[in-house]
């Protein structure tokens, strides 16, 4: 087998493209697509620690499965804000929603 | 009930009186004048069964009846206070009792009890008529005296004080009774006050009779320093005298008892009105008729002579002393005497003949003549009442007339306005001429007589000058009575106004018929034992009890024919003679006795007032008013206040202002107003800055733990 640390550098190399992403897109269903990458890189994380470790245990597995849930369900609620805020203000640039401004 | 109880509440009645008059009664006069005479009949009722139980005890001087309670707790024991009656306070309360009820049913009278309201009452002025309607025309009758409970109230008090000081058995209370008889005869001088005249000789008797009284303070301070008690009869006790006499004082020669016995006889000058401090009683007489008979003939001035006798162990044990007594006494008598020769007003030849006869008692007692001193104090006490009362009667008369005529410029108390008066008020003549009579010594039988008598014999036997001045003063007493009598009573009326005098009232008259004959009859209790064919048929009662108060009996004198030959003499020599002289004077440009330095006085009130008044008020107004108190105790005060000011202002204005209110009030809402002024630019709404700021501070605080805290 390939060593634990390859799939670890991996995973941090996914989860800081995907900060990357979040920070720096203007468009706000981009940003989205960040933190989608985030999650994912979190469950290559999972998946790794499972596989090098005690592989009865099905507790990396299942925590997997829940953070795929999860991030189902935020994107929807997400895609749903952004169109929301969109029919309000037309704009999906996240620089120009700042009505929570001083 | 026993005679100690009784005598404890001797002088209670008239203080009652006093009190429920001024709380309750005062606007209604015939419960308060009830009040007044039934307290004062009361007092007498005590007084006459107090007297006949100690007339009764043999020896009373040795065992008399006293009662004393613990009153001033001290360090140790207790200040006792309490009432001894021995013989001279006996005869005292019997004098004082009937005085005072004469007087107090007196005043019902004088002050018009009965008559119509006055016309126009000013406030604090004697009442001058009501116009009354009568078959048809008006006529001006004497009018109710609208202060009339007020005055009965007064007399109370002072009835209380006077009972208080006869009864007391040491020298605080008898001070206490003194002080109160003090202010009450301010009060009742000043008793209209409206008088700018009146209200002067109040303050004027308060003033004088103070001075007085701080000398006798000072006395009784120093006689409780030296022995530690008060007590009568404590202090009079063969030890204590003795020790008195011995230690010397320290002052001109005199023993401690000399030292004292004189501390305590300038009260008695202030009280009883001698040279010097004579001055009050003649414009005294600006009160009613009542308290000058009661306060200035009969009580007041009594005690202070009193005082002086109950005083007399103490006082004759310095020779130095009892002479100044004899001589202030002595000289007294001759000097009013002389004084009183010159006066129109009729009330004034009494207060004069009143300063007179005091110093008969005082030069009595100054040469050691005890028994005769106490016979006089009680014989001029009826005679004198008797002399003013019915001067009042007179006055009375005169201003019936006077609202009869119409016409207020007529005095209705000047001698040379009078004439006639035998026939329009023959019962005030009848007792005037018995009190006129034993005041003047008129033998065998006025009181007056007896008494005088015994004091001149006295003075014969110890003290020739006293005498030689007593039988002179006597012989002016004499004259001065009978020309008052003669100017006023005989002859015919002078005026219009005593042509419609008129007799007084039975509330009036009936006490000076009752007085008339004590004026008669209280002489013959003391007929010396080897006086010539009456001698020995009545005992010397006087002699016999009130010499038993003294330690040593004093013993009778021989008898010399010369003093009673002497007042013989200038009795009936002083009465013809003023009859004679004034039975054609008219009025007083023929009167060749109105000689000027007489009829003011010796002028002495005009030299105390540049002696001593101005000094004095000068003092008062330059020195303690403008310097100490303006000056200096109101600079302090100005320099308190400003400075506090200013303090005040300046804590204010350097470190409340600029550091609580500028530095930390404003300084924080401006500290706090630009810090959010300028943090809140960080609040974009963007929220990938924020994101940006939360994982730039995510790995400084994770470097800082790896580093700092988990290494």
């Known amino acids: 087998m390939v060593p634990l640390s390859w799939y670890l550098i991996f995973s941090a190399a996914l989860f800081s493209i995907g900060l990357f992403g979040v920070l720096s897109r203007r468009n706000a269903v981009a940003i989205l697509l960040g933190v989608e990458l985030m999650l994912n890189s979190v469950n290559v994380n999972l998946a790794a620690f499972w596989r090098y470790g005690n592989v009865t245990d099905l507790a990396g597995q299942v925590f997997a499965i829940i953070v795929f849930a999860v991030a189902a369900a935020e994107v929807s609620v997400g895609l749903a804000l952004v169109i929301s805020v969109y029919r309000k203000r037309k704009t999906v640039i996240a620089d120009d929603i700042d009505m929570l401004k001083f | 009930m026993t005679t100690e109880t009784l005598i404890w509440l001797i002088p209670l009645p008239p203080v009652l009186a006093f009190f429920l008059i001024v709380l309750f009664t005062n606007r209604n006069k015939a419960l308060s004048h009830t009040i007044a005479v039934g307290a004062a009949l009361l007092s007498w009722i005590g007084s006459m069964v107090v007297f006949v139980r100690a007339v009764g005890v043999e020896h009373l001087g040795e065992h008399p009846f006293e009662s004393s309670v613990n009153w001033l707790p001290l360090a140790d024991s207790w200040f006792r206070i309490g009432i001894l009656v021995d013989p001279l306070t006996a005869v005292t309360l019997f004098f004082v009792a009937w005085t005072v009820l004469m007087i107090f049913i007196y005043s019902i009278g004088y002050h018009n009890f009965g008559q119509p309201e006055g016309d126009h009452n000013h406030k604090g002025l004697p009442p001058h008529g009501a116009t009354i309607e009568e078959h048809g025309h008006k006529h001006v009758v004497p009018s109710v005296e609208p202060m009339y409970s007020r005055f009965f109230a007064f007399i109370g008090l002072f009835a209380f004080g006077m009972f208080t000081?006869?009864?007391?058995?040491?020298?605080?209370?008898?001070?206490?009774?003194?002080?109160?008889?003090?202010?009450?005869?301010?009060?009742?001088?000043?008793?209209?006050?409206?008088?700018?005249?009146?209200?002067?000789?109040?303050?004027?008797?308060?003033?004088?009779?103070?001075?007085?009284?701080?000398?006798?303070?000072?006395?009784?301070?120093?006689?409780?320093?030296?022995?530690?008690t008060l007590s009568f009869r404590e202090i009079f006790t063969e030890t204590t005298l003795h020790t008195l006499a011995t230690i010397p004082s320290g002052v001109l020669g005199f023993s401690t008892a000399g030292m004292i016995g004189l501390l305590l006889f300038i009260g008695t000058v202030g009280k009883s009105a001698q040279f010097p401090l004579h001055v009050w009683l003649p414009d005294a007489m600006e009160g009613p008729t009542p308290v000058s008979a009661m306060i200035h003939a009969a009580t007041m001035v009594s005690a202070g002579v009193y005082a002086a006798i109950r005083m007399f162990p103490l006082l004759s044990l310095d020779s130095?002393?009892?002479?100044?007594?004899?001589?202030?006494?002595?000289?007294?008598?001759?000097?009013?005497?002389?004084?009183?020769?010159?006066?129109?007003?009729?009330?004034?030849?009494?207060?004069?003949?009143?300063?007179?006869?005091?110093?008969?008692?005082?030069?009595?007692?100054?040469?050691?003549?005890?028994?005769?001193?106490?016979?006089?104090?009680?014989?001029?006490?009826?005679?004198?009442?008797?002399?003013?009362?019915?001067?009042?009667?007179v006055i009375h008369g005169m201003e019936h007339g006077v609202l009869h005529t119409g016409n207020h410029k007529v005095d209705p108390q000047d001698m040379f306005n009078m004439g006639g008066l035998k026939n329009k008020m023959p019962i005030t003549f009848w007792t005037f001429l018995i009190g006129g009579f034993a005041l003047s010594g008129f033998p065998l039988i006025t009181a007056g007589f007896w008494s005088k008598d015994e004091i001149l014999a006295d003075a014969f036997a110890h003290n020739l000058p006293v005498?030689?001045?007593?039988?002179?003063?006597?012989?002016?007493?004499?004259?001065?009575?009978?020309?008052?009598?003669?100017?006023?009573?005989?002859?015919?009326?002078?005026?219009?106004?005593?042509?419609?005098?008129?007799?007084?009232?039975?509330?009036?008259?009936?006490?000076?018929?009752?007085?008339?004959?004590?004026?008669?009859?209280?002489?013959?209790?003391?007929?010396p034992e080897h006086f010539p064919l009456l001698g020995g048929l009545i005992p010397n009662w006087i002699h016999e009890f009130v010499g038993g108060t003294l330690a040593e009996h004093p013993e009778a004198l021989d008898f010399n024919i010369v003093p009673l030959l002497t007042s013989l003499v200038v009795a009936l020599g002083g009465l013809g003679l003023g009859y004679l002289f004034y039975r054609n004077v008219n009025s007083a440009a023929e009167d060749k006795l109105q000689i000027g330095f007489l009829k003011n006085k010796y002028y002495i009130d005009e030299i105390y007032d540049v002696l001593l008044i101005k000094p004095v008020t000068w003092f008062a107004d330059k020195v303690v008013y403008q310097i100490m108190d303006k000056g200096f105790i109101d600079g302090i005060l100005h320099l308190f206040g400003p400075g506090t000011q200013r303090i005040g202002t300046s804590i204010r204005n350097y470190f409340d202002l600029p550091v609580i209110n500028r530095f930390f009030g404003d300084g924080s809402a401006n500290a706090t107003y630009w810090s959010g002024v300028k943090l809140r630019v960080l609040q974009t709404g963007r929220i990938q800055q924020y994101l940006m700021f939360a994982l730039i501070l995510f790995l400084a605080i994770g470097a800082v733990l790896y580093f700092f805290v988990l290494a």
Not at chain 2, 486 to 513: D, N, S, V, Y
Request: net charge neutral; charged share 10%; hydrophobic share 55%.
């Open chain 2, 165 to 228: 000081l006869v009864v007391s058995d040491n020298l605080l209370t008898m001070f206490v009774g003194w002080e109160i008889m003090g202010l009450c005869s301010y009060l009742l001088i000043g008793f209209w006050y409206a008088k700018p005249s009146a209200r002067d000789a109040a303050v004027k008797a308060f003033m004088t009779t103070r001075v007085g009284d701080v000398f006798m303070l000072l006395g009784i301070v120093y006689l409780y320093s030296v022995t530690g």
């Open chain 2, 320 to 393: 130095q002393t009892m002479s100044i007594v004899a001589f202030i006494g002595a000289f007294t008598a001759l000097f009013a005497a002389t004084i009183a020769l010159a006066q129109n007003d009729i009330k004034r030849v009494l207060a004069f003949s009143t300063i007179s006869q005091l110093g008969y008692m005082i030069a009595a007692l100054g040469i050691g003549a005890y028994v005769a001193a106490v016979f006089h104090l009680i014989t001029h006490a009826f005679f004198k009442a008797l002399l003013f009362l019915g001067s009042g009667s």
């Open chain 2, 467 to 527: 005498f030689i001045t007593l039988a002179v003063a006597a012989f002016l007493t004499a004259f001065y009575t009978m020309r008052q009598i003669t100017l006023t009573f005989l002859g015919e009326p002078r005026t219009a106004e005593a042509e419609h005098a008129q007799e007084t009232k039975w509330t009036m008259t009936t006490p000076l018929i009752i007085l008339s004959v004590f004026a008669i009859g209280y002489g013959w209790v003391g007929i």
